[in-house]
């Protein structure tokens, strides 16, 4: 029987077990055996891989008695980041949130990361829309169950052989109830107004880059 406990265990070791399978054994046999090292550098560059990763290759061809060759693989990946820091990569990457690891040349660095912090402002700014937007609708359903309870407690009102007292009780427990509902309307209004803010200084930054 899997607990809860046992089934948390389970899930962190399957995904230590996948990082270690797909973070190690970079390469298969033919690949090494083919040994295309510019061509593997270049798909490593253009994924924005540091020239480490080499060394992760060089673990997955020890086994079939094949050495990389850095020269070639380097110049690949080299070529690879051409495609890897280009502004609108950057721009797509912060978008998605993803991190930057630090690899864009020089001469490629400076537009790069332009693009890359904008993209991660949009990021950002589309969770705090979605932030916003699910307060709202949790303060549109506290409404609703308090105009419900508000309803409720009317119908106590005319009930007969009710109490002087308790009928006062009742109006005092209405008007916190009406209270309540004042304060949830104001917190949709202000976060509605944050909402129409962020879109847009989304579409500022949208048109501005004009990346697809």
């Keep these: 029987m899997i607990t809860p406990k046992n089934g948390m265990l389970y899930c962190i070791l399957s995904t230590i077990f996948l990082i270690f399978i797909f ?15 510019f061509g593997i550098g270049y798909e490593d560059g253009a ?6 990763q080499i060394s992760n290759h060089r673990n997955a061809c020890k086994k079939y008695g094949v050495t990389p060759d850095y020269q070639e693989y380097e110049s690949g990946r080299q070529k690879g980041l051409e495609k890897y820091c280009t502004p609108q990569n950057g721009y797509r990457l912060g978008g998605k949130g993803y991190r930057y690891n630090e690899v864009c040349p020089d001469d490629m660095k400076d537009s790069f990361l332009e693009a890359y912090h904008q993209g ?18 949790n303060l549109k359903t506290d409404i609703q169950n308090n105009k419900e309870k508000i309803s409720d407690k009317e119908d106590e009102l005319v009930k007969d052989g009710i ?3 308790e009928r006062k009780k009742i109006l005092r427990e209405i008007r916190s109830i009406e209270e309540d509902i004042k304060k949830n309307r104001s917190q949709i209004r202000r976060y509605t107004h944050m909402v129409r803010e962020n879109e847009l200084d989304l579409d500022r930054i949208e048109s501005h880059f004009g990346f697809d």
């Design 47 to 52: 994924r924005g891989y540091h020239a480490t």
């Design 163 to 165: 109490k002087s007292n």
């Design 23 to 37: 973070g190690c054994a970079s390469l298969d046999k033919a690949d090494c055996r083919q040994g295309d090292w």
């Design 120 to 137: 991660k402002t949009v990021y950002q700014i589309k969770k705090d829309i979605k932030t916003s937007q699910r307060k709202i609708e």
